[in-house]
């Protein structure tokens, strides 16, 4: 990833107001960790945006910052909405609108024949407006994004592909292909800190899932140092690791797990790890005294011998 790729990313999210976001069927903690942190930074930026996937998220990724955004149509907002209804020569004399307490109505005055057809089959069509800039994340071919648009409407888009597979097709104007990286949410991660935007806990909080996900809890052999680079900066932006099944938070990091307090000599010894007493020592060696027979000269006068030589 050289600077090349982020400015050029960078003056294409400043030119365009119009993004989308798009992930596979089915994406993993990872996949829409990354996409969601992304629409997360983008929406502070002020931009349009909208984020999809072809079918419902899973509940595996329920608990990530704002999943409650995602879609399953890339038309969002931006597109054109078509107001349909039966038409007979004649029977219209014009069609204008007016604005009335911020409501738009559409008048269709009619002719000397009047309107032949009824409230109910007046329809509403939105067309699948696609955005300037298509962000797609963990997608190896585009045809896995299914009925999210044709690829035809994608002719006078922007297209980034972010993505880790090493069978992703290199389809796109920016590629981002790393199959050497461990994650996804760690490249989106770097690209947010390369291009200077905000991170808030929401969007750090997501890519640490993604990237814990991905590295089975930072554990997996390929887990890569760009992984550990962008977790200890997620962490010092508010982002806490969580275990893959998501039902329970593991300790937080800090620097008192890595450098303990020294122990003083006259603090007392952990709990778990008790002291002999020499009293209960003392009580033992009288114990096993008192049950033996000792030697009848145990309680006569001791004398010992030893040698000045020197």
Known sequence: MDNTTFRQIGDAIEKNSSIGIVTAKNPTVDEMGAALALYLTLVTLGKSVTIATPENPLVEVSSLVGIDRVMTSLSGK????????????GEIEKVSYTLENGLLNIVVKAGEKGLSFEENEVSFTRSQGAPNLLFVIGVPRLSDLGKLFNVTDLKNTMIINIDNKADNQGFGDVIM????????????ANL?????????????????????FATNNFQDVKTSALAFEMASILMKNGAIRISNNNSRLTQAVNTEQFFPKPVSR???APVNQPVQKPIAKQQEAEKELANDNPPEDWLAPKIYKGSTNF
């Open 192 to 212: 947010i800190v390369s291009l200077n935007l905000k991170i808030d806990i929401d969007i750090a909080q997501n890519l640490m899932q993604g990237i814990s």
């Open 177 to 188: 292909v790393y199959p050497m990286l461990s994650s996804i949410s760690e490249q989106v």
């Open 78 to 89: 931006s597109g054109d909405l078509t107001v349909s209804f039966p038409y007979q020569e």
């Open 266 to 268: 006259n603090q007392a």
